[in-house]
């Protein structure tokens, strides 16, 4: 399957370039063209004389923008090669199908497109059930196609236009067909658009070229914003530029900024928690994304309370849907706010990317969100008055879990009994000290010292309570949660690699936290995995029980690799790189899920993949650069136009990398990291407007 998304829309093709009209109940993923919630084309299959064409060949360019079809099919005394080129840009879908003669003789076909719709919510697509729906509209034909509609239960009327270059031969509204005479060597050439918006727009070559040239350039705007990558290995700067051409893929453009939507084909929609972590994954390269991400976010901040919406006035959404039942509220999805961590991490990423650019005037902007946000934490966040934030859902339409590991039995006591209550996670505990510090260091440079006094004070009242509270000797590492009645649930997971990430863990204990997160009942040789495979949850691939109870996600080790770098651990970074990096390799496309398998690594077998995964998943693909960071130990001051490497590593598959045009502030310079016998040598090859201090190790 190949995925294509622009902005709010998105489509799974097969290999030959169809539509088939799949749920998650029938196929195992929701497929046709979906905008903003709402399949707007179920079925569009091309046959060639009633048969579907057979595929030679396909795949998608590279900046993953434009799908390649080569297919053939028997014509009567000749050979038809046919070449499918299809692409999104906006609301609409853009196809140019060519049919060459390459026989001979003379040759007639019928080229035929069967089309059809549904207009099914996303959430009836993965298996929901309503007790009612709106009505379906006959289809309305034109002299060059078909316009399909749905009025909803929200009153919105739903209008798909599909149109093609010429004028059908013969059509019934669902099937359209194209009588096409070639003579030998002859070639016809059709163009189709699909809109979304319901204008029924002609189309044409030029209408085709125009949109092809937009989307690609599209794609291109995203990727010139970060530093160029190379290495002495080819097969891993394959997998760099895969991995940023996907993270541009899953970006959109918002009113408010740049956007990384969650993943395809579940989450293709705005998420507080996955678009800050991806944000904070590619900060060092690309802090455009980390401003438009807080702008969005800031525009959605909580205004109220409400149980069905789990909100209150400064909480950080955690999703955002756009379908019709979004709008009848059968789901809370309006924003919904079911999140115990997207508040704090939004904290921690205005520090963050104030840390990385210097950019007084924004955050200047930003700061009464983050106060909002602050309070929020203290006066809503922490439910008992204990110090700790902790989470309990108000209606049972929400989440009942909200960290980010928030499946319904992620959560749980060395027994395997659930956890009950309001619950305090280890790592949110974590994202709270790291936002009060991050705070603290805003408010010192918009000259509120009392306020920076005050937070950073709280900080370390709150590391000093959590470390007694939360730390297991027995499993040498901290407890995954508080339960409501304050019991701690002493099993090993990698929530703890957030906590070294947050800084929250004193340094005597970090080796120690490491090294359980590295043991063998820990990391998989693929990864780090969720739970260990010594608790009695753990479920290393089996859905639902196995989505975190010891999968490996690809983010998630990221993290703690990235913990790993904070301590001093840029070796144990770069073993997690290779681990991951070596899965890719086994994945269709060397594209990284947002989860796989969590059974151990074995000599001859790939990784397990899960089922349900999306792929691409904006936090997996930009995982690759937080490792890359994390490896290299590469630290960059924004208020000073400093960047520095200390510590760097190169395991033995990488000789040497190169990072080109990496901007801090108004500079820009290039650094080569070689091995050299066993260290690692760190060289300035080239810059413009010189930052202040490059150094190396």
């Known amino acids: 399957?190949?995925?294509?998304?622009?902005?709010?829309?998105?489509?799974?093709?097969?290999?030959?370039?169809?539509?088939?009209?799949?749920?998650?109940?029938?196929?195992?993923?929701?497929?046709?063209?979906?905008?903003?919630?709402?399949?707007?084309?179920?079925?569009?299959?091309?046959?060639?004389?009633?048969?579907?064409?057979?595929?030679?060949?396909?795949?998608t360019d590279e900046n993953r923008a434009v799908f390649h079809a080569v297919l053939t099919a028997d014509a009567p005394g000749s050979l038809l090669d046919i070449r499918r080129e299809i692409f999104l840009y906006g609301d609409a879908l853009y196809e140019k199908t060519a049919v060459t003669n390459t026989g001979g003789a003379p040759t007639a076909v019928s080229?035929?497109?069967?089309?059809?719709?549904?207009?099914?919510?996303?959430?009836?697509?993965?298996?929901?059930?309503?007790?009612?729906?709106?009505k379906m509209h006959a289809p309305e034909a034109g002299a060059r196609g078909v316009t399909l509609g749905y009025t909803g239960l929200d009153g919105r009327d739903y209008r798909t236009a599909v149109t093609f270059s010429r004028e059908p031969d013969s059509a019934d509204g669902t099937h359209f067909a194209f009588n096409l005479s070639l003579p030998p060597a002859a070639q016809a050439v059709l163009y189709v658009r699909t809109c979304a918006d319901g204008k029924p727009e002609p189309a044409s070559e030029a209408a085709f070229e125009h949109a092809k040239k937009a989307a690609t350039d599209d794609v291109e705007a995203h990727l010139a914003r970060r530093p160029r990558i190379s290495s002495s290995n080819p097969a891993f700067d394959d997998w760099v530029k895969l991995n940023a051409r996907d993270v541009a893929l899953l970006t959109t453009r918002l009113e408010t900024g740049l956007f990384p939507y969650a993943g395809i084909p579940r989450f293709n929609a705005a998420?507080?928690?996955?678009?800050?972590?991806?944000?904070?994954?590619?900060?060092?390269?690309?802090?455009?994304?980390?401003?438009?991400?807080?702008?969005?976010?800031?525009?959605?901040q909580a205004n109220e309370t409400s149980t069905f919406l789990d909100s209150e006035p400064g909480k950080i959404m955690h999703e955002l849907r756009l379908g019709e039942m979004a709008a009848c509220r059968e789901i809370p999805y309006i924003p919904y706010y079911g999140t115990a961590d997207a508040t704090p991490?939004?904290?921690?990423?205005?520090?963050?990317?104030?840390?990385?650019?210097?950019?007084?005037?924004?955050?200047?902007?930003?700061?009464?969100?983050?106060?909002?946000?602050?309070e929020w934490i203290d006066k809503y966040g922490d439910k008992d008055g204990d110090g700790f934030v902790e989470y309990l859902r108000g209606?049972?339409?929400?989440?009942?879990?909200?960290?980010?590991?928030?499946?319904?039995?992620?959560?749980?006591?060395?027994?395997g009994t659930l956890a009950e209550g309001a619950i305090a996670l280890c790592e949110v505990q974590g994202y709270v000290y790291d936002a009060k510090k991050s705070a603290a260091r805003i408010a010192a440079a918009l000259g509120k010292k009392e306020d920076a006094e005050r937070l950073a004070r709280e900080a370390e009242t709150l590391k000093e309570k959590f470390n007694a509270d939360f730390w297991s000797e027995d499993l040498?590492?901290?407890?995954?949660?508080?339960?409501?009645?304050?019991?701690?649930?002493?099993?090993?997971?990698?929530?703890?690699?957030?906590?070294?990430?947050?800084?929250?863990?004193p340094e005597e204990r970090a080796q120690k936290v490491a090294g359980r997160l590295m043991a063998p009942d820990m990391f998989s040789g693929w990864g780090i995995r969720t739970?260990?495979?010594?608790?009695?949850?753990?479920e290393p691939v089996k859905p639902p029980r196995g989505y975190h109870n010891g999968t490996v996600w690809v983010h998630d080790s990221a993290i703690c690799a990235a913990g790993f770098m904070r301590y001093g651990m840029e070796d144990k970074a770069a073993a997690v790189m290779t681990a991951l990096f070596e899965a890719a390799r086994q994945f269709p496309q060397h594209r990284l899920p947002e989860l796989f398998g969590g059974l151990p690594r074995r000599d001859g077998e790939a990784p397990v993949p899960y089922p349900v995964a999306c792929s691409p998943q904006a936090w997996a693909s930009a995982s690759e650069s937080m490792l890359l960071q994390s490896m290299l130990g590469i630290r960059i001051d924004g208020f000073n136009g400093t960047v520095s490497a200390q510590n760097p590593q190169l395991p033995d598959w990488l000789e040497h990398i190169e990072i080109g045009n990496l901007r801090v502030g108004d500079a820009a310079f290039d650094m080569k990291f070689t091995r050299e016998g066993g260290k690692v040598k760190t060289q300035v090859t080239r810059h413009r407007d010189r930052p202040k201090a490059i150094t190396g190790t």
């Open 1 to 59: 399957m190949f995925v294509l998304k622009h902005n709010d829309t998105f489509t799974i093709l097969d290999a030959a370039g169809d539509l088939h009209g799949q749920t998650e109940k029938t196929h195992g993923f929701a497929g046709g063209l979906v905008t903003r919630d709402t399949r707007m084309l179920a079925i569009c299959r091309l046959t060639v004389d009633g048969a579907a064409p057979k595929v030679e060949r396909s795949g």
């Open 111 to 134: 080229l035929a497109y069967e089309i059809s719709n549904d207009f099914l919510d996303l959430f009836e697509l993965r298996g929901m059930e309503r007790k009612a729906r709106g």
């Open 271 to 300: 998420f507080g928690r996955d678009a800050i972590i991806t944000a904070l994954q590619l900060l060092w390269q690309d802090p455009a994304l980390a401003k438009g991400v807080l702008a969005t976010l800031a525009h959605y």
């Open 345 to 374: 991490l939004f904290i921690s990423l205005a520090g963050a990317y104030f840390d990385r650019t210097d950019d007084h005037v924004f955050l200047a902007a930003l700061w009464p969100n983050i106060e909002r946000a602050l």
């Open 395 to 415: 209606e049972e339409t929400g989440l009942g879990n909200q960290g980010w590991k928030d499946s319904i039995d992620s959560t749980s006591h060395a027994d």
């Open 476 to 505: 040498g590492t901290y407890a995954l949660a508080l339960d409501g009645k304050k019991n701690p649930c002493r099993v090993s997971t990698s929530n703890p690699g957030h906590l070294l990430y947050s800084g929250i863990v």
């Open 531 to 538: 739970l260990s495979e010594k608790e009695k949850r753990y």
